[in-house]
């Protein structure tokens, strides 16, 4: 197949890109680098089955050849980046995610959403089901983005169901892994950085607050799955093991063997209390669950950060 992948540059859409081209796939990439990095995609300048366009999907551009497949992946996906830039998040979950239906459309390809867990918002069901829709504020700090994604899965089914477009939507929970950026604001690369160079782990609220964390590539595989499946509801990826901020900076503090102190700030606003999948359906439809252990993916994601030498040399991680 030849599929077009926005956000290529980003974190999760350079892994798929790398995974689909496995799959022995053709893939276009597009990104615009707002949050995303050429080096993300760099040891792919080789690679003849990938070709690399710098778009900006909120406008108009042309796409030549075959299509078989969209994925629409482009977004600012942090707190910290979209907060920053909170219109431009707004416009690629609108007019972005219109322009790739349309692409979809027009190419007669089929169409993956990549949506998001923020689309329950704080919730009041857990862990959260699909059918569950959410307890989001419309007006808040973090509303570009919830609303953003919202809208996005309420245009993917409207061509669905108006246009006929074979479509997909996945609500994709936490994911961590290599090529996240360090200084992106969010738990992961913040507390491999502060436990690895021996500053304090900044918690946020009294660290009650849960959140449950999947590696990159199996969040990918399940993407793979869903692509390929009849379902047009959407599907939750990520993995059901629940931790606490404040169980999970003790965990990175132990495994990296760190002296770091844990340093309470203050919670941002409509920051989620709880936050687990049920992925039964993912389960039942794709066949798929995890299958990577977090202290495993920790591992691995160190490894990058030190291979990238952006964090410095440290015990390794999992033998404390
Ligand atoms: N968090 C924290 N310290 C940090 C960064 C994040 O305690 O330095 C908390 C944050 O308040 C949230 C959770 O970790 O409760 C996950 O935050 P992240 O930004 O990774 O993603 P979110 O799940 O909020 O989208």
Redesign the pocket.
Known sequence: MRIVVSGAAGFIGSHLCDRLLADGHAVAGLDNFLTGSRRNIAHLANEPRFEFHERDITQPFEMKGAVDAVVNAASP????DYLEHPIETLDVGSAGTRRMLELALAKGARFLMMST??CYGDPLVHPQVESYWGNVNPVGP?SCYDESKRFAEALTMAYHRKRSVRTNIARIF?TYGPRMKLD?????P??LD?ALRGGA?????D?S???SFCYVSDLVDGLCRLMMSDERYPVNLGNPRELT?LE??EKIRAMTGSKSGIEF?E??ED??KQ?NPDISKARAVLGWEPQVELEDGLRRTVAYFQLQAILPDATPVGTA
């Open positions: 996906a942090s707190p910290k867990s923020e973090r936490n992106d604001g969010r738990v992961v913040a507390f502060q782990m900044t918690v946020f609220g660290g607050q849960t959140r901020i999970f900076a700030r919670l941002p920051d989620p936050r």
